[in-house]
């Protein structure tokens, strides 16, 4: 009752070829599985693509890491015999498929959607959702591809996929004055190793001490004028991603004038966050004063945050047409300060750049560095580099 012919031809070569495709994805899959899956195939029919699935997902399917696996390598399968024209699928276009995947099977799978696909009306074609084009990747995950993507050609849905991503920091540490007991400490604590020695009568063992290391603190000038909108947003929500992490940020925006937001920051939600600043910055996306707002930052509470002498990161692209004299001095002020005066500047990663605005001149020749912040990948590879950089404050003094 059961033979192979009540099945299309094709469709049963294309089945076995399938199954056969998933054994050399180290599926547990012989003989015996074959003839199951073709006897399951004929009670089931063919009509539905989505029953299909179920069944042999629960035939071959025997461990949690496979679920994934097998329901991107039903896509691709879907995908060819639902395509118009012929409906045979060639050996070349799904072995080399599955080759590729059994080349990268520890790395991320990644699906990206096409758009949809309106094959022949056939008997067999089916017109639910399996029919979406879908095309399996290895490689870049999609993580991977936001973070490389300039923020300017970002649309909002893969801005907010971006913010939800999982992101690794860790605070960047410093060498306090304050020392600890340590067992292998880099000086001696004569006074430690008296007092344990008139215990017992003897030195027994000399008692040491090793630097403490602390936190060091960070401060964000980020430029919200309308020549910095594509990636002053981005911009907070960096800020606002280190703020949830636990790293202690002092937040300032500017356009026309300066304005700290920290406390915009410490929400649990980042949308909430945005509207806040952009509420309390009514020169949101206006005019750029580079000038006004680092000299009020030198002269008012900014000397406040610099008295521990953090990191310093100035987001702009330094389009401004103030006092340069007094820009510089107040500069210089900064970074004599701070451990580094950092640049952060979308603007350098263009070919060809140059600071030719009076701004971006006095930047480029204060700053200690200049990051090309223009995706999120680059701001993640200054915040790890900054991990690793020496821990002392480094000598510094007025350019």
Known sequence: MMESERLPGTFLSNLLMFLRALRTLDFSIGAEEETLATQMILVLGVENSQTMKAALRSLVVLRAEQW?????????????????????????????????????????PQVI??????????????????????????????????????????????????????????????????????????????????????????????????RVKKPRSVVLLCDVSGSMDPYSRMFIRFAYVLMQKGIDLEAFVFSTRLTRITRALRVRNPDQALKDIAAWTPDFSGG?????????????????????????????????????????????QVAFMSQWLIWLNPAYARPN?????????????TADEVVPADRWGSLEGLWRDLQHRRLHRASRGYR
């Not at 009020?296 to 004299?325: E, M, N, Q, Y």
């Not at 750049?353 to 020749?365: D, F, T």
């Open 353 to 365: 750049y140059s600071p030719s605005a009076r701004g971006a001149e006095v930047l480029w020749q």
């Open 113 to 210: 959607w096409m758009g949809q696909h309106a094959p022949e009306k056939t008997p067999n074609a089916q017109s639910d959702n399996e029919q979406m084009a879908v095309s399996i990747q290895i490689g870049a995950t999609r993580d991977e591809v936001l973070r490389a993507k300039d923020f300017a050609e970002l649309t909002e849905l893969e801005q907010q996929e971006l913010w939800r991503t999982s992101l690794e920091i860790e605070p960047v540490m410093r060498t306090s004055r304050r020392t600890k007991l340590a067992n292998r400490g880099q000086a001696f604590d004569l006074r430690d190793t008296i007092a344990q020695s008139a215990k017992t009568g003897d030195i027994v063992h000399f008692t040491r001490r090793t």
């Open 288 to 332: 750029t004063r580079l000038c006004e707002a680092v000299t009020h930052f030198c002269l008012g509470d900014g000397k406040r945050w610099l008295r521990s002498s953090p990191i310093v990161l100035v987001a702009t692209d330094g389009l401004d047409t103030g006092d340069v004299t007094r820009l510089k001095r107040s500069l210089q």
């Open 68 to 108: 994934a696996l097998f329901d991107l390598a039903w896509q691709q399968f879907i995908l060819m015999l639902t395509r118009s024209g012929d409906r045979t699928i060639s050996d070349q276009t799904l072995l080399s498929n599955i080759a590729r995947l059994r080349q990268s099977r520890n790395a991320k």
